[in-house]
Each structure stands twice: as structure tokens, then as C-alpha cells.
């Protein structure tokens, strides 16, 4: 199974960079997903990552350690629209269909 | 391109009642998810499709939890009867397959309230 672990709250500056940490132990990993989700709405996918390293998609990026099951969320350049849940996924791979999800990060942006 | 579609969005019943969840995935997703959400948590899953197959339900609870996805495309999800512990989101999603790289697409869910 899969037991994936983050901070449940965090504030941050409009303008200013966060990084959002998530934790996991797996039994098998086959990747590792962010979805932003807005309060009241559905997830909507940002990144994935399957090799280590950092992967960068606008003013976000994610990166990865499969060795240390470690990952973070990067948000540069902080909007008040950014305000959201961060979910963290993993992958399963003896079930490849499979994703267990963290139980996010609750980010608040102010002014 | 439409996204996943959900109904009702919203359903209010009493305990013992039964209720049903539709949902329409993405045209060309052969992979189909139901989950379920609660309040300040991650989605968890219920069941997986692949096409009309369910190959994964072993986090639905089948004393009340029914689910089907006829020739392949549309799927519902009944719970009966229902409990108060069901209030919830379920949210349906969808992925053209289970590689790698395939990105589950959400759809806005169903906020369940059983009073």
C-alpha cells in the first residue's frame, strides 16, 4: 500500500515562491502526480513526475527523489487565484491504475 | 473537447433512502474512476473501470455500494440503502488508459448530504 504524507496548511505572499512538500511510503511506485483543487471544485491535474528530478510547466514545478520518497510542488510568482487544496498521488505499480492520494495542502495566499 | 460530466451535483435525502451518481467520462477514456471525498481529505478510491471490466473495487463497501458502466461508456454509482456516514463528494474521473503518463480528468462531483 501507500501511506503519503503533507503539510496540512500554508501561507504564503502574493508575488512570493512556495515549495510544498509530500512524503511517501510505497510498496511499488509508478509515478507521482499534483492536482490543484479549488475549494468546492474538482481536482485538476498540474504535473507528474516518474524519474527524479525537477520538471517545470510555467510558473510551477515539481520535482522528485524516488530514493529519499520525497517530492515538492514549486509555485513561483504567487497569484491570489493560487489559493487552492495541493493534492500529492501516487501511482501503484503492482496496480497500475491505481493512485493513493495525500490529503492536500490547503495553500492561502493573501495579499 | 467536453470534460467529465456529473449529475445531480448536489443531493440531499434521509438516511435508508436510496440514491444514484451519473457520470458521462471524457469521449475516448476507456478507464473510468469513482471516488470518494470527504471533507479537508484526499479523494479515495471506490472503483475502477476498464471499459464495462471493474478491475479494482476493493474499497467499495458491497453490502451498500453498487456500481455498473454498460458497454463501456456511461457509469453509475447506487448506494442503498444510504447512511450518514455517506455524506460526501463523489467524484467520477477518467483517464484514456492506466500508463504511465495517463492523466486522470475529474469531473465537479456529486455533494451527497444524508440527514
Known amino acids: 500500500g501507500q501511506n503519503i504524507d503533507q503539510p496540512t496548511e500554508m501561507t504564503a505572499t502574493e508575488g512570493a515562491i512556495v515549495q510544498i512538500n509530500c512524503t511517501y511510503q510505497t510498496s511499488g511506485f509508478n509515478g507521482l502526480f499534483w492536482y490543484q483543487q479549488h475549494a468546492g471544485e474538482a481536482p485538476t491535474f498540474l504535473s507528474y513526475n516518474v524519474l527524479d528530478g525537477l520538471e517545470e510547466k510555467g510558473r510551477f514545478s515539481s520535482f522528485l527523489s524516488r530514493s529519499k520518497g520525497y517530492s515538492y510542488l514549486l509555485l513561483k510568482e504567487l497569484q491570489m487565484k493560487d489559493s487552492a487544496s495541493y493534492l500529492c498521488a501516487v501511482r501503484d505499480r503492482g496496480n497500475a491504475g491505481k493512485s493513493t492520494f495525500g490529503d492536500g495542502t490547503t495553500l492561502t495566499v493573501k495579499p | 473537447e467536453a470534460g467529465v460530466v456529473q449529475s445531480p451535483r448536489y443531493k440531499i435525502i434521509e438516511k435508508k433512502q436510496p440514491v444514484a451518481f451519473w457520470c458521462n467520462p471524457i469521449s475516448g477514456h476507456n478507464t473510468l474512476y469513482w471516488y470518494l471525498q470527504n471533507l479537508g481529505q484526499g479523494p479515495e478510491l471506490l472503483i475502477r473501470?476498464?471499459?464495462?471490466?471493474?478491475?479494482?473495487d476493493s474499497q467499495l463497501p458491497k453490502d451498500r455500494f453498487s456500481a455498473e458502466r454498460l458497454k463501456g461508456v456511461d457509469s453509475t454509482l447506487k448506494i442503498q440503502p444510504a447512511e450518514l456516514g455517506d455524506s460526501a463528494v463523489y467524484l467520477c474521473a477518467s483517464s484514456i488508459g492506466t500508463g504511465v503518463t495517463d492523466t486522470q480528468y475529474f469531473g465537479p462531483g456529486t455533494r451527497l448530504t444524508v440527514l
Open positions: 473501470y476498464e471499459n464495462e471490466e471493474a478491475v479494482d
